[in-house]
């Protein structure tokens, strides 16, 4: 129990707590102590995964709670605990989730998000295009390289929706480089309804794109989406109700 007494007093850095309860001889007063630090420890961790929640700009929350892995292809090696346990991140890992529309990607990249966020890491959620939209207004107003800074302490960030629409020229590259920073520094996730040769229509530029994908694949792990959209099936579902 004294072990347990100290760990929370670690936790909490609490650098005198033990001693004097030491001091008391008093188990009761001991079982009190760790009850009322164990309580302050669960609710500092609380606070803190909610500032985090809402810093990320998740769109929803989303959980692994009922997920299905039917219809997704690992890498070998790879697994959906080995997913779930983070490791990837841990080494500054990719993971990049393609496949069609509809198909749980971004339930997948939200959820790992959420994760991540429960053991303390920090995670920025964007859409590709408003991402994009910003590196061109944080540029215009001379503020980039402030903004590349904030995005630089990231631990993971999203990209959802890579294909969905393309760049202008100044976007590709402004996206290209906030990819570069990442590189061996960062995890990144990227859902896409594109295969990789398709990537040239939306950054245009080939020899960009090209670099592009170099990055991301080199240390990634890609997982394959198949099957028809959930989206379309429940829809259908409820008509047929």
């Known amino acids: 129990m004294a072990m347990e007494l100290a760990d929370l007093c670690r936790q909490l850095r609490l650098a005198h707590v033990v001693d004097y309860v030491s001091l008391q001889q008093n188990e009761q007063l001991r079982s009190l102590a760790e009850q009322l630090l164990a309580a302050e420890l669960d609710g ?44 990837w991140l841990e080494r500054k890992e990719n993971l990049l989730l393609m496949g069609a529309v509809g198909t749980g990607k971004t339930h997948m ?14 995670v920025q959620f964007y859409r590709a295009s408003d991402l ?15 903004f590349r800074e904030k995005l630089r302490k990231v631990d993971l960030l999203i990209l959802d929706e890579v294909g969905y629409v393309p760049f202008s020229q100044t976007g590709s590259e402004l996206l290209f480089n906030v990819i570069a920073d990442c590189y061996e520094q960062q995890s990144v996730i990227v859902t896409s ?35 028809e959209s959930f989206r379309f099936k429940q829809a259908m579902e409820r008509i047929l109700l």
């Open 44 to 87: 500092r961790r609380r606070a803190k995964l909610g500032k985090l929640v809402q810093q990320a700009g998740f769109p929803h929350i989303k959980t692994f709670e009922g997920y299905v892995y039917d219809h997704i292809s690992f890498p070998q090696g790879s697994s959906p605990e080995q997913l779930r346990s983070l490791e």
């Open 193 to 227: 309804n594109l295969e990789f040769g398709q990537w040239t229509s939306v950054f245009g530029d080939t020899k960009l794109t090209s670099a592009l994908v170099d990055r991301l694949v080199h240390h990634a792990h890609i997982l394959s989406f198949t099957g």
């Open 132 to 146: 994009v939209a910003v590196l061109q207004e944080k540029f215009v107003a001379g503020t980039l390289s402030r």
């Open 109 to 122: 990249a939200i959820a790992l998000g959420v994760e991540a966020c429960r053991r303390g890491k920090a």
